[in-house]
DNA sequence: TTGTTTGTTGAACGAATGTTCATAAAAGCA
DNA sequence: TGCTTTTATGAACATTCGTTCAACAAACAA
């Protein structure tokens, strides 16, 4: 009946990702998305809308993929909680160390930009966070049940530790050479888990 | 012999210098410039050259005032080295907090855009971390031999602690709805350092 | 084959970008 | 009052921005 799309959206969406990701919304003109997705600007906006559509399908996507890595980590995890925690902690921040780019985190980037965003994109940003904190919270309070993390602690506080320390890191890791200032950051972490 | 300015560059620097510190170098046009400095086009580049320079010069400017605030509050200070770390920590954060434009950290948002700023810029912002770094590693060692601080715990790393969670903290500190969670994390920071 | 439907192309649009430049204006000195 | 020097003005520049659209192409149904 009618003539099949010559590119597949997915892989198109993907490549859109990795720019805005490396570049920012501002920073990215629509040109750099036309070419990396491979597509021209017609078929651009005929499939993805307008810019501003094509970066939150984006931030959708680099999130989405977040959270299905962050719940698999818990999932497949046979450790104890505390041993998950350190390890998911890990596992976050090995991704960002080996990415060649260094293209730190999606949604951190995009906080730093907040004024130049839509509404349905700064409540994607914060509930991102918020999402976070939750994951965090619960785990440890499942290794103060376990008797691994001291009830004495604030639970809440820890979280907010945990989280704004990945934020930092994050930012760190934007550039090679504070590379080693995340290091230590992180082995820091990781002892005052306890 | 010649006409005089009709305008304070430092002031139209001071303006300029805000525009960059909310909006970012790539969020920023030039005409949003000229007209918060409120000079012309033509007098903007025969003052400051071109935007990549009055960039500089702007995040020169900002240095330059958080070290003398730095470097004041730790000289003012009567207090032992420890109370002293804990509120220069909090002279910092409340600054960021009493900024209703929640411009958060000029250097911090700089080095989120690193793929669009010149060598010199990046440099800049390389070296201000160091800086920070080497001032609450001299605060944390002169602790330390005050008894206040264990001398089994890494300066080091507490340093790139202390130095990851205010690059944290100024990011959250950019949109009010995570204030919240600056603040928590905060209070678990300073009652870490013993 | 023809008709219908959907996908592709890339030239073109108006608006905005960073920057320049010819002209006018203001000050002190002759 | 000229004359010289520095500054101020804002129209204008070429380029790039995000976006649109008319023409063309490919598939299937009839």
């Not at 060649?100 to 995009?110: A, I, L, P």
């Not at 906080?111 to 130049?116: A, D, Q």
């Not at 992180?186 to 005052?192: A, G, K, Q």
Request: net charge positive.
């Amino acid at each position: 009946m009618a003539r099949p799309k010559s590119f597949d959206p997915d892989v198109a969406l993907h490549q859109a990702m990795n720019v805005f990701w490396r570049n920012g919304y501002v920073g990215t003109p629509m040109p750099q998305l036309t070419k990396a997705m491979g597509i021209h600007p017609g078929n651009l906006y005929t499939n993805f809308g307008n810019k501003e559509n094509l970066f939150f399908r984006s931030l959708l996507l680099y999130q989405k993929g977040q959270r299905i890595r962050m719940v698999n980590h818990i999932k497949n995890s046979t450790d104890d909680p505390l041993t998950c925690i350190k390890s998911l902690i890990q596992n976050i921040v090995l991704q960002a160390k080996e990415d060649s780019d260094c293209k730190g985190c999606f949604t951190v980037n995009t906080f730093l930009e907040i004024n130049h965003h839509t509404d349905r994109v700064k409540e994607k940003v914060v509930s991102y966070f918020s999402e976070m904190k939750t994951t965090f919270l619960n785990l440890i309070l499942q290794a103060q049940k376990y008797g691994q993390i001291s009830v004495y602690r604030e639970a809440d506080g820890l979280t907010a530790m945990i989280v704004n320390a990945l934020v930092g890191i994050h930012v760190m890791l934007r550039h090679p050479q504070t590379v080693d200032q995340s290091e230590l950051m992180l082995s820091e972490l990781l002892e005052n888990l306890r």
